[in-house]
Structures are given as C-alpha cells and as structure tokens.
C-alpha cells in the first residue's frame, strides 16, 4: 500500500486544518490501522492519532479534544482535522499504516507503510 499526506501549511494560532491521508495499491485498505504521526524541528518522530479498521480511535494526550480522526473506507482516505492550532503543532505530519489486520499501536516501529509527510507551521 502507498500513503499519500496532503492538507499543510501555514496557518495562524487559534485556526483548523484538514489533514488527508490517501492510500493506494491495495484492495484491502479496510483492514489496515492508520496512525498520524508529527515530527516537530529538532524533536523525533510521535504519534498523534491512529484509527482501527473497525474505526476505534485514539489520541496522544497533547491533541485530544483538538484533533479528530476518521476514515473513509469507500474513499481509501483516513482524514485528520486539527481545531484550534498552536504554534508546538508545528512539524511534518505523516500518516502510516500497519499490516493488514493488525491493531493500532502507539509504537511508531509497529507501523510498516509510511507516505511522505505535509508540513504544517503555525505561527503569526
């Protein structure tokens, strides 16, 4: 499967951004866990959010209230919306998937499949 993240920029304090995800290369996108995960300059790689095949969620205790995740199995797309932005969610967002079948994991070695990230910078 290949990951496709788009949706960042640069946006100011207080604002929202939708984040995609789009996966291709696989008929079985349904029973894949996604993970969205930031790297922030100078800081290593975290997870934020992940969503199972049977749409259970989880976040990081920094994003929660402010981050929501969702899929679309029709769409091949798991979408990640981030409400009221602050300048500490800046960083390069990637999403990731494990194997099929497997559970979502807040181990970012338990994700196989990474697309290329969309930068997000929140600032003034």
């Known amino acids: 499967v290949q990951l496709q993240a788009s949706g960042g920029g640069l946006v100011q304090p207080g604002n929202s951004l939708r984040l995609s995800c789009v996966a291709s290369?696989?008929?079985?996108?349904?029973?894949?866990?996604i993970g969205w995960f930031r790297q922030a300059p100078g800081k290593e790689r975290e997870r934020v959010s992940c969503?199972?095949?049977?749409?259970?969620?989880g976040y990081a205790d920094s994003v929660k209230g402010r981050f929501t995740i969702s899929r679309d199995n029709d769409k091949n797309t798991v979408t990640l919306q981030i409400d009221t932005l602050k300048p500490d969610d800046t960083g390069v967002y990637y999403c990731?998937?494990?194997?099929?079948?497997?559970?979502?994991?807040?181990?970012?070695?338990?994700?196989?499949?990474w697309g290329p990230g969309t930068l997000v910078t929140v600032s003034s």
């Open positions: 990731a998937a494990r194997r099929p079948g497997y559970r979502t994991s807040t181990d970012i070695s338990d994700y196989r499949y």
């Open positions: 969503i199972s095949s049977s749409h259970s969620t």
């Open positions: 290369g696989s008929s079985d996108f349904d029973y894949y866990a």
